[in-house]
């Protein structure tokens, strides 16, 4: 199964859903259509699905919508609500719902439980499932264990999970997404090593290969990092 997902990943046949069409849905979804990969992006918002069907970009991103326009013309990207069929009908699944924070300072993985909910629903031997979010550390292998619970088959053997987080900052989103070095950890090897293949096709620059709970930390980390840094700039700024 590795071997003919691989396959399908070289020759662009591999079908993909993108679950969450966002600031990092959406820009994710038309670089991998772009690429040369049959995408169906997945969106909760019936208007938004609306909009990218007709060939438009709801976010405001340089080259976004140029690029939107170029791939649902040449049938590479779709838009649809039903999450559950997209899925079923992918090879691929990448999700890059949002996990805002609460007014108590928690995560809300509302948007992520709703999407892992339907990947269990559409999720089949040979697939690979890819976690783009911001969690907490823990948060991919405790909703592996649930797939696997849900769905009788084992990550690793039967599918591959890797979480590779985002790291796009507004207004370079898809120069990033290309250019920017990926960090891929995955539930076990096997899924790294697949995932690693698939962003080869899209990207342009290193990819350090790791596990699931290291990537977590390390884009907590670096999130950490810059506000530390804003908050520090901010101070100073008050003290002139």
Not at 219 to 238: G, H, M, S, Y
Request: charged residues 20%; glycine residues 8%.
């Amino acid at each position: 199964m590795k071997t003919n997902l691989i396959e399908g990943i070289k020759t662009k046949k591999a079908k993909m859903a993108v679950v969450g069409l966002g600031h990092v849905g959406l820009p994710t979804a038309s670089v991998f259509a772009d690429a040369g990969f049959h995408v169906t992006g997945v969106d909760i918002r019936q208007e938004v699905v609306a909009i990218i069907s007709s060939g438009k970009s709801h976010i405001k991103e340089p080259k976004l919508g140029e690029l939107v326009e170029k791939i649902v013309q040449l049938g590479r990207l779709e838009a649809t609500t039903n999450a559950v069929q997209a899925i079923k009908e992918a090879d691929i699944v990448i999700i890059g719902v949002q996990t805002p924070i609460t007014q108590n300072h928690e995560p809300n993985m509302t948007y992520l439980k709703n999407a892992f909910k339907a990947v269990a629903k559409g999720l089949a031997k040979g697939k690979l499932v890819v976690l783009q979010s911001t969690v907490p550390p823990g948060t991919t292998k405790t909703f592996t264990q649930m797939l696997e619970k849900q769905t009788n088959l084992r990550c690793g053997n039967d599918f591959w999970l890797v979480h590779t987080p985002e790291r796009l900052t507004p207004g370079k989103a898809i120069q990033e997404f290309i250019e920017n070095m990926r960090l891929i950890g995955g539930y076990d090897k096997t899924s790294t090593e697949v995932a690693v293949e698939l962003f080869k096709t899209a990207t342009k620059s290193r990819i350090l290969a790791t596990d699931c709970t290291t990537a977590e930390i390390a884009k907590l980390a670096e999130n950490t990092f810059r506000d530390v840094n804003i908050a520090f700039a901010n101070e100073l700024a008050l003290l002139c």
